[in-house]
């Protein structure tokens, strides 16, 4: 039987912009109970993945032999590693997990300085293209020790959407907890920036965004299986002054345009 929350969600196939992968049986239930047509598995640093690329390319190649274009896969790259090793990193994941985009973590270590980042994204532009989505965890770590200063979206999130113009940038959870309240407002200043939901505190930043600039800036994500699917969808259900129409766009429409360029 499928769930129900306001609506049967039956009514509405999800796109799931971010989820991680699990036990295949398990896996194969959370995408039957809440209707999941397509979904984004990425690299996590629950599993270590970012430092252990071939594990999570293990880890992957059951879904994707199991769910084929429905599994949308995120490849990452390694920051202690030249741009040479990065292509080949790359190149390695495309052929064996079909990457269609790339996920960036701030425990990765990188600095925020256009000059060495530069490279790692001509890797990106080589071997994927210009299309490439790249989603950028936003909860980032703000300790001085890890050389970042507690200073929010603007000098981490913000400031790599500003090198890079070209690609388009995907807000992870919603600016994470520490600047949730200023993301409609990276979004007006980005025209190649959208936002992905999972673990937004409240509705108010994401209504936000829909009232100020269009619920088109909006990708729906679970974060599962560190978050519960079922508050995730909750949240979109309980959007204010949200139309069904709106809310089919950020639950699919809107995930189905960005791979269709």
Request: glycine residues 4%; neutral net charge; hydrophobic residues 40%.
């Amino acid at each position: 039987m499928k769930s129900k929350f306001f609506v049967d969600i039956a009514d509405f196939e999800l796109f799931d912009f971010h989820c991680h992968a699990s036990n295949l049986d398990d896996f194969d239930n959370y995408l039957n109970r809440f209707n999941i047509g397509k979904f984004c598995l990425m690299p996590t640093v629950m599993a270590n993945d970012f430092n252990n690329i071939n594990e999570f390319i293990e880890r992957i190649k059951p879904l994707k032999k199991k769910f084929g274009a429905r599994a949308i896969t995120f490849g990452c790259m390694d920051f202690n590693k030249d741009a040479e090793k990065n292509k080949e990193l790359l190149e390695n994941q495309k052929a064996t997990m079909k990457i269609q985009g790339i996920k960036i973590h701030p425990e990765q270590g990188f600095k925020i300085n256009k000059n060495f980042l530069k490279p790692f994204f001509k890797c990106i532009l080589d071997v994927l293209g210009q299309d490439t989505p790249i989603y950028i965890h936003t909860d980032w770590p703000l300790l001085e020790e890890k050389g970042f200063r507690p200073n929010g979206l603007k000098a981490t999130f913000n400031k790599i959407v500003s090198f890079f113009p070209e690609f388009t940038f995907i807000m992870g959870h919603a600016g994470g907890s520490a600047d949730y309240l200023n993301i409609w407002k990276s979004c007006k200043k980005y025209s190649n920036v959208l936002v992905e939901t999972s673990m937004a505190p409240t509705t108010s930043p994401l209504e936000e965004i829909i009232w100020r600039i269009g619920p088109e800036r909006l990708l729906f994500g679970t974060n599962y299986p560190y978050c519960l699917p079922s508050s995730e969808i909750v949240k979109i259900f309980s959007l204010y002054q949200v139309s069904d129409a709106e809310r089919k766009l950020i639950l699919n429409s809107n995930a189905e345009v960005l791979f269709s360029k």
